[in-house]
């Protein structure tokens, strides 16, 4: 979590601040001195980079992705898709510049300093700090409001109080991939399925990869559908080679099918191999 990467960094002896990253931010702190670890969301996926550098004509930041060997951008487009939740930027200073990272002018600091209370409490199962550090941000920045009651209604299990946090949050930004996948996934088993059904067909112009798969799941149940379930399947598997939902649902299709049963064998084992976790 977001807390125990904080709490690592504090137990090395860093000062440490979180802000929402911003190219006027990120310059201001590179000029100081101060390289800013920055994280990027996808529908399904967390990305960590460190922010080393600018390029005013470009109006890009420069990163050291710890996937690439060369150095990355990150553009200022990128960044605003991202603000949907910051997107988070967390800054670390040695203990003698501490005074002086506290006295910098951060967006949204005050914000991140209590979604890491909040989660901080979480993780210690303290419901009640973390409830205190909700109310103490109810009335600020509506996405960090949001966000943070979508936390909290994760940890409690509550899938209404989850449903109206993403319902907040997808007001602001409509075309957020995770937020669509979230509530889609959240309000599946709680309509017909002709509503879901058409939940996610409203949202596959340019969708993720993962949003034809949550398509394609809802499709491979009704017998007459499922031509159309493996087309978007192997649509997925040209897009995103190694998803393992894709393999998976190809492999239930042909096995409901009747299909060549050592076919279906074969996509789940590759199923099995690109997604261990599941």
């Known amino acids: 979590t977001h807390a125990a990467q904080r709490a690592w960094a504090e137990r090395g ?28 969301r996808a529908a399904l996926s967390g990305h960590a980079q460190v922010v080393i550098g600018y390029d005013l004509a470009r109006e890009a930041l420069l990163v050291r992705d710890p996937a690439c060997p060369a150095l990355q951008e990150i553009s200022r487009e990128l960044l605003e898709s ?81 449903l109206e946090a993403l319902q907040a949050l997808l007001a602001l930004h409509p075309d957020c991939q995770s937020l669509i996948l979230e509530y889609g996934e959240r309000a599946r088993p709680r309509r017909p399925r002709d509503e879901s059904l058409r939940y996610w067909r409203e949202h596959l112009e340019g969708a993720d990869p993962v949003l034809l798969e949550s398509l394609a799941e809802e499709l491979r149940f009704d017998p007459g559908a499922r031509a159309e379930a493996a087309r978007l399947l192997h649509r997925v598997l040209r897009l995103r080679p190694s998803s393992g939902m894709a393999h998976h649902v190809l492999a239930d299709l042909e096995v409901a099918q009747a299909g060549d049963l050592e076919t279906a064998v074969e996509q789940f084992r590759f199923a099995v191999c690109n997604s261990t976790a599941d």
Do not use: C, N
């Open 13 to 40: 002896g860093w000062a440490v601040r979180e802000l929402d990253v911003t190219l006027d931010a990120a310059r201001a702190l590179i000029d100081a001195g101060l390289p800013i670890v920055l994280s990027t």
């Open 82 to 162: 991202q603000r949907w939740w910051g997107p988070r930027g967390m800054v670390l200073a040695p203990a003698d510049r501490a005074a002086e990272l506290a006295a910098l002018e951060l967006p949204g600091a005050d914000a991140w300093e209590l979604r890491h209370r909040l989660e901080r409490a979480l993780d210690a199962h303290d419901r009640e700090d973390a409830v205190a550090a909700l109310a103490a941000l109810e009335g600020g920045d509506p996405r960090h409001v949001a966000s943070a009651r979508l936390e909290l209604a994760r940890y409690d299990d509550d899938t209404d109080a989850a």
